[in-house]
């Protein structure tokens, strides 16, 4: 069971399954518009004034009707917007890419209501071609021979949509032609119009009852409503009906088990039995979201209308829900059918309205108690099977709570909220032995302050400052402050860039605010080779550079990374060119290949700390001699950081290194503190 919930939990942290489900709670408030309107018109014909209200009762009827007819268009553009969020890709290119081929490959010349009603691929078709579309596009996106402009070629949002023009012409291609293929197969063996050709024997049997409500399942799961796509099923299931009340009407028992409303026994409030998870969610719900999805949907479901908790909870693209919402009408049908079988409760009758509620519908389509009591007996046992699933599926959902207040705390962009949660989970799902920690950083970033020190770095031979470094701190509740713990952790889940993007922000306010104070200062910040790869940090970086009144450098951590990727030395050149120093920190903790260093666009290098203990013998002394003459050739300026004693110090200053930093020289200070500490310095 563990390996069956660890499986689920994988699936249900899946990226497009995420995407899938965001597009149908985006869906949730126009489908209670939309429901509101129908039940409201329903009311209205109850009223002694209702003849004059006909005209209102029809509209909101065929409004209802058109929303769920054109509901695979709507379905589609939510889907590709939240797609594109995902894959942090631009939504528009997205959206007008799935559309067209949607109209494109769906719709015919002549285009009515009746036409999109009954058209299968207008009805099957926005998934396919939106999984496809953002796969295709993101693939080609990065392949550098489609590159048209790179990195230095115009602004950052010109040259991204003109490199996007070959990717979003290769993924429109390949899907339309996929799906040109696929039609004219169809045509050929006339595969669809085949299936209009059913008899109410062919329906009325296990096996095919069985196989319906799997597609029928199935359907709903993935977000299809399968009245359409099924649709050739109405006229057979209609037919036995009708033969069941002409048997009545002449004196005799009803034959056909499976006709029409016979889903009131094995659906009850709707698709999949929502009636029994809306009652599990009562019961037994711990989330706030689900318990609020579960009253907002208690009356439309009463009303059989299951939309608002397939795709408020969502049911849609939940791993954890899917068994119980596929055999759930499947146990309670095996019941009913047995129940009908042997004679207990007589074969449905009588047409009945589709919103006439639970138990009552029961009662009104075959006029016997014991179809109530079968119903209700459905009721328990759906309720029953619903309840561990539910469990399951919140225990193991993480909190998006949590997803938004770091974002609060980061001070993100909306549009950036949704791929923060992607890759959220998406590095969870990557660093499962890391998610007490992951989710102890993000208590501790929420529940306290995030906040800059600066730490000098001095020049011995002159005996002044001349930079500082922004280091970030985390105040607590307690006012202790904590180093930057979850700098590692936070990367796993892809919040580096936004990271540096906030320390950016904040040490450019900080300079402002300084204005005059530290003239000639030097402020420098650690930037992950991560956010480098990406052309548009590049881009921040240099805006945000231009608006502050000291000097900024920039300070990359030695990965291999950066040795792997060329977009990183290019967007270093680039800097470069913008007059903003750049330096390699921990120079020798990390990958140090030596070989790769004279490519690399630097200004120069920060010794790290594990070259301290070095100092304490001669032959550590002289590697570190070959190591200062290496980066000197390079005509590399040197920072030799982590000086804790006199000795240290004397040691650096015998190898002609005239930049240091560490607690000998000072801890990191506030603002306020680092701004006094410099002018008396530097006086």
Known sequence: MKTFNSLLYRLSRNRLLLSLQDASVSLLPIILAVTFVLLLSHALALLPYSSKSDFLISGAENLFNFFYVIFPLLFSVSLSTSLARSYEVDPVIINIICTSLLLLTSIDKSVNYESLESNLYFQLLPIPINISVIKIYTYLLIKKKLLIYRAGDFGIGLRRHINSILPAIAALGVVYGAIFLIKKVDSHFSLTSSLYRLSPEAVDSLPSYLIEKMVRGLCWFI??????????????????????????????????????????????????????????????????????????????????????IHYGLPIVFNPFLFLPFIFVPIISGLITYFAMWIGWVSPISNSIPWLVPPLINTYLSTGEIAAVL?????LVVGTLIYIPFLKASEKSNLDRASVKAVSQTLRLESKNI???????????????????????????????????????????????VEKIE?????????????????????????????????????????????????????????????????SDFVNFFIEQASQMQ????????????????????EHLSILRNEGIEVYMDDFGSGFSGLSMLPNLMLDGVKFDLSFAPQMSSERGIQFLRSCVAINRTLRHQIIFEGIETEEQLNTVNRLG????????????????DVCRFVCESNC
């Open 223 to 308: 977000g299809i409503n399968p009245n359409y796509p099924l649709d050739f099923l109405r006229e057979p299931v209609k037919e036995g009906l009708l033969r069941n009340s002409l048997a009545v009407s002449q004196g005799q028992d009803p034959t056909h088990i499976i006709t029409y409303n016979f889903h009131l026994f094995s659906d009850i409030g709707g698709a999949g039995s929502v009636f029994c998870l809306m009652l599990a969610t009562f019961f037994v719900s711990t989330s706030k979201h689900n318990r609020k999805v579960a009253k907002l949907s208690a009356v439309p479901s009463t009303f059989n209308i299951s939309e608002v």
């Open 418 to 464: 949704q791929s923060l949660y992607y890759r959220n989970q998406k590095a969870i799902i990557d660093n499962l032995h890391f998610q007490k920690e992951i989710d102890q950083a993000f208590w501790d970033i929420t529940h306290g302050t995030l906040l800059l020190n600066y730490q000098p770095i001095l020049n011995v031979r002159s005996g002044k």
């Open 657 to 672: 290194i005239d930049l240091v930093q560490g607690y000998y020289i000072s801890k990191p200070l506030s603002p306020q």
């Open 374 to 378: 079968v119903q209700a007996f459905n």
């Open 550 to 569: 000291h000097a900024l450098s920039l300070e990359i951590l030695e990965t291999s990374m950066i040795f792997e990727y060329d977009e990183i030395n």
């Open 470 to 534: 922004a280091l970030i701190r985390l105040k607590q509740e307690d006012d202790s402050l904590k180093g930057p713990y979850f700098i590692d952790l936070l990367s796993k889940v892809g919040l580096s860039t936004d990271f540096d993007k906030w320390v950016l922000k904040r040490v450019v306010k900080q300079s402002n605010e300084w204005e005059d104070l530290m003239p000639g200062m030097t402020i420098s910040i650690n930037v992950s080779p991560e956010s480098l790869r990406s």
